[in-house]
């Protein structure tokens, strides 16, 4: 099971300048999506490779459907790339 990245520009609350977020969006389950990381629109080189590395399955290891209480399904993965550490995190998964 592997994601497809979705990349979305948007202006966060407060905020005067565009961000990207970019997150996980899994097929088969109620709930597609869930999480992702929210880049400053000057970084299009990190955004870039964060959606490799999500499409290439190494951004979101051993994914795991579960059923909430409400009986809907979700994805629930481990998270191998934190937002203050992107770069490097990347460059050790090799992206």
Request: glycine letters at 10%.
């Amino acid at each position: 099971m592997i994601p497809k990245a979705s990349v979305k520009t948007l202006i966060l609350p407060g905020e005067t300048t565009a961000s990207i977020e970019v997150s996980p969006v899994w097929e088969g389950v109620d709930r597609p999506t869930s999480g992702g990381w929210v880049l400053p629109a000057t970084r299009t080189d990190l955004v870039k490779r964060l959606a490799l590395a999500i499409e290439g399955g190494a951004a979101c290891p051993n994914p795991v459907v579960r059923t909430d209480v409400n009986g809907k399904t979700y994805v629930d993965y481990g998270c191998v790339i934190l937002g203050r550490r992107l770069n490097a995190d990347l460059k050790r998964l090799g992206y």
